[in-house]
């Protein structure tokens, strides 16, 4: 069965530094997708980052990266010049194929302070 | 563009009671489906999902069951509550075909039962 894993309950990080969000994974299978997820206080579940397990480049959307080690089985999410508003739960998932459906890890909370 | 909704956004209700949780998709046609229930201070965990109408699928035995009486409304119930079933249930949809992978999340819905 697959399984997400994110070691880090809450970590913090001071305004405009960089920080990065552990997550690790275990599938037996080998096209797959991974996502990050901000989860606000609004509660609102928000995609962050999506990579595809068949591409080797690693994915970016403005501030956030990735870092997938596919053989490894690892997929970190790196934050750069965090603001305030970064200050959420991120949550690591999984995708399972047919149907599409996501496994969760349980998630980092996120401080960032001024 | 495409819209989940959820409703009620909160709900309080005493054990024993039933539930009726409502989700609803607009813009898009035959979406899958999903329902998730994320305890306080946990990750999300996938109930139920379903590919099409009258198709329900559940992840994990529960006093909860759901219903899809048409193609963008997706229903979770309950007889009677229990005390466990206190969480907030969020709703997702994502396109229906081989190749999807995003899900979009509803804004959620704060169960408390006493």
């Known amino acids: 069965a697959q399984t997400v894993t994110q070691s880090q309950p809450e970590m913090s990080v001071q305004e405009a530094e960089t920080v990065t969000l552990s997550c690790t994974y275990d599938?037996?299978?080998?096209?797959?997708?991974l996502f990050w997820y901000k989860q606000p206080p609004s509660r609102q579940m928000i995609l962050v980052i999506r990579?595809?397990?068949?591409?080797?480049q690693n994915a970016t959307e403005n501030r956030f990266s990735v870092n997938f080690q596919k053989a490894a089985k690892s997929f970190s999410l790196k934050i750069s010049d965090s603001q305030l508003g970064d200050t959420a739960m991120y949550f690591c998932a999984f995708m399972k194929h047919s149907p599409s459906r996501l496994i969760f890890g349980t998630g980092t909370r996120l401080q960032v302070f001024p | 563009s495409q819209t989940i909704h959820q409703w009620p956004a909160t709900l309080v209700q005493p054990v024993g009671s039933p539930l009726s949780l409502e989700c609803t998709v607009e813009?898009?046609?035959?979406?899958?489906l999903y329902w998730y229930r994320q305890a306080a201070g946990r990750g999300l965990q996938l109930l139920f999902y379903?590919?099409?109408?009258?198709?329900i699928s559940s992840e994990v035995p529960q006093n909860l069951s759901a219903s899809r009486p048409q193609d963008r409304q997706f229903i979770l119930s309950s007889k009677k509550l229990l005390l466990s079933d206190s969480g907030f249930y969020l709703c997702?949809?994502?396109?229906?075909?081989?190749?999807?992978?995003?899900?979009?999340f509803g804004p959620g819905t704060r169960l408390t039962v006493t």
């Open positions: 990579q595809e397990a068949y591409k080797q």
């Open positions: 997702a949809w994502s396109v229906n075909s081989g190749l999807s992978y995003e899900q979009y």
């Open positions: 813009g898009t046609s035959n979406p899958n």
């Open positions: 599938t037996s299978e080998n096209n797959y997708y």
């Open positions: 379903s590919v099409g109408i009258g198709q």
